[in-house]
């Protein structure tokens, strides 16, 4: 327990019922606040889970890809490079407000 004393009095009871009263509601919005960032973290990785296999058979199909030409043209990468002028893909960043915690956000845009 605690090593406070607290008079025996109507005042002081009052009193530690409101501490008690804002203790109980900052622990729900606190509770709250963990599950609304629990639901978004898990959003999260449905989205990232879902790419990652997404990814797993065009990443085999562009190593095939990029070793047949290769194969067939030789060394081409520094005319790749020096070919490009802009970029086809940019990515935008916006700051989302969950439950009072600022997350970055990151879209893809692409750019005829």
Known sequence: MSS??????????????G????????FELLKKKADALKMRFQLMLRDIQKTKLAMTSQAAE??????QAQY???DFRHKVIESVQTAEVRVE???DNVAGVKLPVFTEMEMG
């Open 72 to 74: 067939a043209a030789g």
């Open 19 to 26: 501490k008690r009263v804002a203790a109980k509601k900052g």
């Open 4 to 17: 406070v004393q607290v008079a025996p009095t109507r005042m002081a009871l009052t009193v530690y019922k």
């Open 62 to 67: 562009a190593f095939f890809s990029l070793t």
């Open 93 to 95: 960043n916006r700051i």
